[in-house]
């Protein structure tokens, strides 16, 4: 069983910087497949990033060039670094996790789920 817990979430001017982390118990994170999701006001959930456990990562389009999700080994933590920060950016973010092959990006193959964290980006 793994646990996962989010914190870094809260407020931030368009343009700006936000850092999520996860920590994950249970399991070490180079033994799983971990990406962040988000769910914008009424719409559907998405994957945002993910690491596969050779430190490969895969990004949605939207978001290439100013997110960089990374993680700890050591200290078992998932990282989302989010910069230039947009309005579309707003949503509840989610640290999830899953057992071996596929990685990817679809938010059904994943597991383990954190309890999500609110981003909001507004002026």
């Known amino acids: 069983q793994v646990q996962l817990v989010e914190s870094g979430g809260g407020s931030a001017q368009p343009g700006g910087s936000l850092r999520l982390s996860c920590v994950a118990s249970?399991?070490?994170?180079?033994?799983?497949?971990m990406g962040w999701f988000r769910q914008p006001p009424g719409k559907e959930r998405e994957g945002v990033a993910v690491i596969e456990n050779d430190g490969s990562t895969s990004y949605i389009g939207s978001v290439k060039g100013r997110f960089t999700i990374s993680k700890d080994s050591a200290k078992d933590t998932l990282y989302l670094q989010m910069n230039n920060l947009k309005p579309e950016d707003t949503g509840v973010y989610y640290c999830a996790a899953k057992a071996g092959w596929p990685c990817s990006l679809q938010t059904k193959i994943f597991t383990y789920w954190g309890q999500g964290t609110q981003v909001t980006v507004s002026s």
């Open positions: 249970g399991n070490t994170v180079n033994n799983l497949c």
